[in-house]
């Protein structure tokens, strides 16, 4: 059973960078893509970053466009999402999730739909403050 296990988060301040981590784990890792997900408090969780299990295809948030980037380490089964010039309100805790698409389904159609991914990890909080 797949397991994904997120890792990263902490305290950085207005500007800032960090790197988040989720690993992938466990027998026949059948999965298409693996996306990364925010929920800050009082509000629904969004689809932030996504990534095809080959790399060759991305999707992004508008607000995160130019700031964030994933990307994937084949050898080690880990997706990265590197972020920079953090702001307040990117606080949130970021939960990592893959899913196999449907057919004719893109990365891009699928990140916005977390409710339709299938596999999560526990999460990690991410808070910007001074």
């Known amino acids: 059973q797949l397991q994904l296990v997120e890792s990263g988060g902490g305290l950085v301040q207005p500007g800032g960078s960090l790197r988040l981590s989720c690993a992938a784990s466990?027998?026949?890792?059948?999965?298409?893509?693996i996306g990364w997900f925010r929920q800050a408090p009082g509000t629904e969780r969004e689809g932030v970053s996504c990534?095809?299990?080959?790399?060759?295809?991305?999707n992004y948030a508008d607000s995160v466009k130019g700031r964030f980037t994933i990307s994937r380490d084949y050898a080690k089964d880990t997706v990265y999402l590197q972020m920079d010039s953090l702001q307040p309100e990117d606080t949130a805790i970021y939960y990592c999730?893959?899913?196999?698409?449907?057919?004719?389904?893109?990365?891009?159609?699928?990140?916005?739909?977390?409710?339709?991914?299938?596999?999560w990890g526990q999460g990690t909080q991410v808070t910007v403050s001074l």
């Open positions: 999730a893959a899913v196999s698409l449907p057919p004719l389904t893109t990365v891009q159609a699928m990140c916005p739909a977390w409710r339709r991914w299938t596999t």
């Open positions: 466990g027998f026949g890792l059948d999965y298409d893509a």
């Open positions: 990534i095809s299990r080959s790399g060759s295809s991305t």
